[in-house]
């Protein structure tokens, strides 16, 4: 069982030039949620919680960890 996930995501959202300026994160939200779904039936055993993540108009990086592990972060 990993102890840190770090997943990253790119082209989640069109390239457009609005898009450039008016950022959302709402494809970014929408992407972690289902990454942590899918952390749930991979890992059964273990709960992973959300670091962090950060989108620059078309990628993201979320970093996840062990709940257990959160208290030497």
Request: glycine content about 4%; overall charge negative.
């Amino acid at each position: 069982m990993p102890s840190i996930l770090a997943i990253g995501f790119q082209e989640i959202c069109d390239l457009t030039a609005t898009n450039m300026v008016w950022q959302s994160s709402a494809n970014a939200n929408r992407w972690v949620n289902n990454v942590q779904k899918h952390f749930k039936q991979a890992y059964p055993n273990d709960e992973y919680i959300l670091l962090g993540h950060d989108q620059l108009v078309g990628v993201c990086l979320a970093v996840f960890i062990r709940r257990d592990l959160a208290p030497f972060v």
